[in-house]
């Protein structure tokens, strides 16, 4: 390829970037500028190309400029949170990433790639400053967070109330709490009743995604910034001090980056934290729950979860059972979320009917309790002046389902696939009408004793 039509393809890559890129040559001369970066900066290119950096960057402090650090002093700045005035006056913010390009010992160029985070800056400075109502008085506080205690939570399921077991004993303790269950199985409701029935009710509760933000600026919502820590900064409190005394809880921890796992770790050994760019430790009382929607032994092995981090944290461990594991809860949910949606729709259902409920029941519900409160919210949204659920309103496709549960004949065999099958359609029969043998059986076109011997059989207790 000729030197003219690499150049060319070259523009064009950089054309279709989102990233801003600005390349020096060794005399301090840009010679790349494109159009991401102009559009951030509002610099045409022609005033910038083939001119001296420092003559059209007047205002900017070489020992500031990254690319004069890097062409003078061959000095790399990885993911550096930069804030400044573009051309126009309006405050900018990038994730920034400048390096020399060196040949023989000799700088030859340096190369800037900017990252626009405006937005996602001024949403994070948003969060922090609307969470420092959680400073205001209980009573008022009580007015604005949704909060859910044991006693909002449904389910009568063996396994289930084991779980709420061991969050009751939770709540009576500061330990700090690893959560660990399927996308939609309620953990962060479990999360808030520890902390709202619990020692530190009077606290602040606060919540963060680690999977929202990246790594710049989820370390500055944690543990705050300090004014001059880096350019742009300004003196703010991170979640922790906000929750200072409560609760924090950390929502796909594996999500956080591997290095601020490491920092976190440090915080939660020592008990205080450095604001970003700070130097004063500051005393904090927080207590961590932790969530994950993946066995945490396996997010180890995938290098998603530091095991020094997971072990200081797993002091109380809870496993929430899917949904397809508490079938009795089924019904008893799907009532709750009717009551509830009857009141956001203005719509008056009374009951499921028999169709609709076998419909329910049959379901593998991937999605777990939010995917059932959507499939009930979608008919009763759906739903004209009737007051009874039926079949055609429950919009999911029950179609071999049941066989996908969690069963494979290649390595159980084939009987033991079967005697599987078989005892969770008759559990599935049985929740669908309420332990009742009778309309079971009919229900299964079998015998009333014959049902009553495959109970004994599976070995299914009839609660």
């Given at each position: 390829?000729?030197?003219?039509?690499?150049?060319?393809?070259?523009?064009?890559?950089?054309?279709?970037?989102?990233?801003?890129?600005?390349?020096?040559?060794?005399?301090?001369?840009?010679?790349?500028?494109?159009?991401?970066?102009?559009?951030?900066?509002?610099?045409?290119?022609?005033?910038?190309?083939?001119?001296?950096?420092?003559?059209?960057?007047?205002?900017?402090?070489?020992?500031?400029?990254?690319?004069?650090?890097?062409?003078?002093?061959?000095?790399?700045?990885?993911?550096?949170?930069?804030?400044?005035?573009?051309?126009?006056?309006?405050?900018?913010?990038?994730?920034?990433?400048?390096?020399?390009?060196?040949?023989?010992?000799?700088?030859?160029?340096?190369?800037?790639?900017?990252?626009?985070?405006?937005?996602?800056?001024?949403?994070?400075?948003?969060?922090?400053?609307?969470?420092?109502?959680?400073?205001?008085?209980?009573?008022?506080?009580?007015?604005?967070?949704?909060?859910?205690?044991?006693?909002?939570?449904?389910?009568?399921?063996?396994?289930?109330?084991?779980?709420?077991?061991?969050?009751?004993?939770?709540?009576?303790?500061?330990?700090?709490?690893?959560?660990?269950?399927?996308?939609?199985?309620?953990?962060?409701?479990?999360?808030?009743?520890?902390?709202?029935?619990?020692?530190?009710?009077?606290?602040?509760?606060?919540?963060?995604?680690?999977?929202?933000?990246?790594?710049?600026?989820?370390?500055?919502?944690?543990?705050?910034?300090?004014?001059?820590?880096?350019?742009?900064?300004?003196?703010?409190?991170?979640?922790?001090?906000?929750?200072?005394?409560?609760?924090?809880?950390?929502?796909?921890?594996?999500?956080?980056?591997?290095?601020?796992?490491?920092?976190?770790?440090?915080?939660?050994?020592?008990?205080?934290?450095?604001?970003?760019?700070?130097?004063?430790?500051?005393?904090?009382?927080?207590?961590?729950?932790?969530?994950?929607?993946?066995?945490a032994e396996n997010l180890i092995k995938q290098g998603k979860l530091r095991k020094d981090l997971y072990?200081?944290?797993?002091?109380?461990?809870?496993?929430?059972?899917?949904?397809?594991?508490?079938?009795?809860?089924?019904?008893?949910?799907?009532?709750?979320?009717?009551?509830?949606?009857?009141?956001?729709?203005?719509?008056?259902?009374?009951?499921?009917?028999?169709?609709?409920?076998?419909?329910?029941?049959?379901?593998?519900?991937?999605?777990?309790?939010?995917?059932?409160?959507?499939?009930?919210?979608?008919?009763?949204?759906?739903?004209?002046?009737?007051?009874?659920?039926?079949?055609?309103?429950?919009?999911?496709?029950?179609?071999?389902?049941?066989?996908?549960?969690?069963?494979?004949?290649?390595?159980?065999?084939?009987?033991?696939?079967?005697?599987?099958?078989?005892?969770?359609?008759?559990?599935?029969?049985?929740?669908?009408?309420?332990?009742?043998?009778?309309?079971?059986?009919?229900?299964?076109?079998?015998?009333?004793?014959?049902?009553?011997?495959?109970?004994?059989?599976?070995?299914?207790?009839?609660?």
């Amino acid at each position: 390829m000729k030197n003219k039509d690499y150049n060319k393809v070259m523009q064009n890559i950089l054309r279709l970037l989102d990233e801003g890129v600005h390349v020096l040559d060794k005399d301090g001369n840009s010679i790349i500028y494109n159009e991401a970066m102009s559009s951030l900066e509002k610099m045409e290119a022609k005033d910038v190309l083939k001119k001296p950096f420092a003559e059209v960057f007047k205002n900017l402090d070489a020992k500031d400029s990254t690319l004069l650090q890097a062409l003078h002093n061959k000095k790399s700045t990885i993911n550096k949170n930069q804030t400044y005035l573009n051309k126009d006056g309006k405050k900018i913010t990038t994730i920034n990433t400048t390096v020399p390009i060196i040949e023989n010992d000799e700088v030859v160029a340096a190369v800037e790639v900017a990252k626009n985070i405006t937005e996602i800056q001024e949403m994070s400075n948003t969060i922090l400053e609307l969470r420092k109502e959680i400073e205001q008085p209980y009573e008022i506080k009580e007015l604005k967070i949704k909060k859910y205690r044991f006693n909002n939570l449904v389910g009568k399921s063996s396994n289930f109330k084991a779980v709420i077991d061991i969050a009751k004993k939770a709540a009576k303790s500061s330990a700090s709490v690893f959560i660990y269950g399927e996308t939609g199985t309620g953990k962060e409701l479990i999360a808030q009743s520890i902390h709202f029935d619990g020692i530190r009710k009077n606290k602040p509760f606060l919540a963060q995604n680690c999977a929202a933000l990246p790594e710049t600026l989820l370390e500055g919502i944690l543990f705050g910034t300090a004014k001059g820590g880096f350019t742009g900064a300004v003196d703010r409190a991170g979640l922790f001090e906000q929750a200072n005394g409560g609760t924090l809880l950390l929502d796909e921890i594996n999500s956080m980056p591997y290095e601020l796992q490491g920092k976190l770790l440090r915080v939660l050994q020592e008990d205080y934290i450095r604001r970003v760019g700070g130097s004063r430790d500051i005393p904090i009382d927080v207590r961590i729950i932790a969530t994950v929607n993946e066995k945490a032994e396996n997010l180890i092995k995938q290098g998603k979860l530091r095991k020094d981090l997971y072990y200081r944290i797993n002091i109380i461990p809870i496993d929430v059972p899917p949904l397809r594991e508490r079938k009795e809860d089924i019904l008893l949910l799907a009532d709750k979320f009717i009551d509830k949606h009857n009141q956001r729709y203005n719509k008056n259902v009374w009951m499921l009917s028999d169709k609709a409920k076998e419909k329910l029941m049959g379901y593998n519900y991937p999605g777990n309790v939010r995917e059932l409160e959507n499939i009930i919210m979608a008919a009763i949204s759906m739903i004209d002046d009737e007051n009874v659920l039926t079949d055609k309103h429950i919009l999911i496709d029950n179609k071999n389902n049941l066989a996908k549960i969690e069963y494979d004949f290649t390595e159980i065999g084939v009987d033991k696939y079967l005697e599987n099958l078989e005892k969770e359609i008759i559990l599935n029969t049985l929740a669908t009408y309420q332990n009742n043998i009778t309309k079971s059986a009919e229900h299964l076109k079998i015998k009333r004793q014959t049902l009553q011997h495959k109970i004994k059989k599976h070995e299914i207790k009839l609660n």
